[in-house]
């Protein structure tokens, strides 16, 4: 119910108390950075007093007098040293404030990241959240650092002036003040055009950011497919889209100061006019009308002010929108109370479980399957059929819409996902490497592993042959430069697969990447690897399968055949088809060879 309702207040109002929650680390900077402002006000508003008062001095009936001018001018001077000195440290809170708001919005919103269903990240374009974090999250930043320099000086000095004009001729200070209501009014209708363009701007830089992120990390696809005069097309579409925006943001936005500075100059104008009839009918001294000609200026340069950082404030709400956005995702439920799975043999049990993507497009309906302990399991089928399916449900990376998995008997549901996970290693198709050592990389799922064990690992993936030919060895860097080859690549995710400890595996083949003789180099190390464990195989290359204690064809979300190879190349239907697709003739086959290995975190 709360977070319903703090999803529905606006972003900026949402970001300040966001901000208030940061604890000492942010309220103390907060409370100094308001104290310097009142500081810088203070001084701003003792001025125009001080100078009226060193005019009157100077054009009093009895001549000039020196003493009093010097006075008066010794405490304006003490005043601008201290305001000068509060404005110094305004700017540096207000630089503390932001960078410590940058910190906290990144820590957070990488928590939440790390918190949200694979779902969510599978429906999300990687460039958009990586903008998130990176260009909204700096413009809330700008933002806040305008707000804290601009906004409380600037309502100090406001209420400081009225109340000194009061004081000094409240008929002109009334005058001054009736014309407010029409700064405000401008502000607020401009502010409301002003704003939906901005939301439409950030939301147009996510979609280029996204888009030309995938350019970036694809280019051998787009040169190998002439695709590069398209990609600049889409792109130049995307970028006029953004331009016509962001114009029309700052189109609307740029008509609230001149504006308002019509309206402050026409209250100039009036105190003129007010304080010259004033100064004939009631003897209104030159001291008092300069000192309130200078409050009418002060009174208005903050709304001028204000509304020169308006558009910094309207991109910020703008990007803070989108930063709630992500924080306001339904996260994984915490299921930290709930017991861990009791591994103890690997028995696994598909009863009834239903599933769909989409609620109008059935995927998988009914299906049950009971796979014995240690067994190889192999999953073929056309793409679509529910192969990975399968896998992002045992996993847990999607939940089942009816029936149960069951690992030992017991329903995955109903013990914390993260146990479920470290019971197994999975196989990707891609590799994934991230910057770093080639032994941390390798160490990645055991990270508290030794070096012997990292260099054992290696030896048995057949990776410590080209290792040893690195310049550094196990500390050679793998960086974005292309300093490894795809299969090298592959043969490090195969070493990570062997240190890890996971009683379970789940393949996704993917040998495509890596020549013949590496691969039946490392068959042995990953058919090690299998034995003793149960294990699923998305297998692409039947001939990797062959031996499969069950060999499952699925098709259309649903089991079409099970078996053995031989009972399956017997029985003359689908997979004998797929079979011979690939080979002319039936034939043996090597012990399976999986490469690109993702082992389970811990």
């Not at 200078?294 to 803070?320: D, G, K, V, W």
């Not at 064990?453 to 993936?461: C, D």
């Not at 410590?464 to 310049?471: E, N, Q, V």
Request: hydrophobic residues 45%; glycine residues 8%; neutral net charge.
């Amino acid at each position: 119910m709360r977070k319903r309702a703090a999803a529905g207040r606006r972003p900026i109002f949402r970001l300040a108390g966001y901000m208030a929650r940061g604890g000492a680390s942010t309220v103390f900077p907060v409370c100094f950075s308001v104290l310097s402002a009142l500081a810088v006000s203070a001084g701003g508003i003792a001025g125009p007093y001080l100078i009226g008062r060193i005019i009157g001095a100077a054009a009093s009936a009895g001549g000039v007098d020196f003493a009093e001018i010097g006075f008066y001018l010794s405490i304006l001077t003490a005043v601008y040293a201290v305001t000068a000195l509060a404005n110094f440290g305004l700017s540096r809170l207000s630089n503390v404030i932001s960078v410590l708001a940058v910190k906290r919005m990144r820590r957070d919103a990488f928590r939440k990241l790390m918190r949200l269903p694979v779902s969510y990240l599978d429906s999300r374009s990687a460039g958009d959240l990586v903008s998130r974090f990176t260009n909204d999250i700096d413009m809330v930043a700008e933002g806040i650092l305008q707000t804290v320099t601009q906004l409380i000086t600037g309502i100090s000095t406001i209420i400081g002036c009225v109340v000194m004009m009061i004081i000094m001729d409240a008929m002109i200070a009334l005058a001054v003040i009736a014309v407010v209501p029409f700064a405000v009014l401008v502000s607020v209708l401009i502010a409301g055009n002003a704003g939906a363009k901005f939301r439409e701007n950030q939301r147009i830089t996510g979609e280029f950011t996204g888009y030309v992120n995938e350019l970036i990390e694809n280019q051998t696809v787009i040169k190998a497919f002439g695709y590069a005069d398209g990609a600049e097309s889409k792109t130049a579409e995307i970028n006029s889209r953004l331009y016509a925006a962001g114009q029309k943001a700052q189109f609307y936005s740029s008509l609230v100061n001149p504006a308002t500075r019509l309206i402050g100059n026409a209250a100039y104008v009036l105190i003129g006019l007010i304080g010259g009839v004033a100064a004939i009918s009631k003897g209104l001294s030159v001291a008092v009308i300069t000192s309130l000609i200078s409050y009418s200026m002060q009174f208005s340069r903050p709304f001028n002010e204000m509304t020169a950082i308006f558009t910094q404030l309207q991109m910020a709400e703008a990007a803070a929108g989108r930063f709630f956005s992500l924080l306001d995702e339904q996260s994984e439920e915490d299921e930290s109370r709930k017991p861990g799975l009791a591994f103890k043999e690997g028995a696994v049990e598909f009863r009834n479980v239903s599933f769909r993507y989409r609620p109008d497009t059935p995927l998988i309906e009914n299906f049950s399957l009971v796979v014995p302990p240690r067994s190889k399991v192999a999953i073929v089928g056309p793409t679509g059929a529910g192969k990975s399916t399968l896998i992002n449900l045992l996993m847990r990376f999607y939940e089942t819409d009816g029936g149960s998995i069951l690992i030992d008997g017991t329903d995955i549901r109903t013990v914390n996902r993260d146990s479920v996970r470290e019971c197994f290693a999975m196989v990707l198709q891609e590799t994934w490497l991230f910057h770093g050592s080639v032994g941390a990389n390798i160490a990645f799922g055991e990270r508290g592993s030794t070096a012997g064990q990292i260099e054992a690992a290696a030896r048995a993936a057949r990776a410590d042959g080209f290792i040893g030919r690195l310049p550094a060895g196990y500390d050679t860097v793998i960086d974005a430069s292309g300093n490894f080859s795809q299969g090298e690549c592959q043969l490090l995710t195969v070493a990570r697969a062997i240190l890890t400890k996971a009683p379970m595996l789940i393949f996704d083949e993917a040998t495509s990447s890596i020549d013949t003789h590496t691969e039946r180099k490392i068959q042995k190390a990953v058919a090690e690897l299998l034995r003793g464990r149960t294990s699923f195989i998305i297998a692409h290359r039947l001939s990797t399968v062959v031996d499969s204690d069950m060999i499952i064809v699925m098709k259309d979300g649903a089991i079409a055949e099970l078996g053995t190879h031989d009972d399956l190349i017997a029985l003359g239907g689908t997979y004998k088809e797929l079979y011979e697709s690939q080979y002319a003739a039936p034939t043996s086959a090597p012990d399976s060879a999986a490469i690109s290995v993702m082992p389970r975190a811990r």
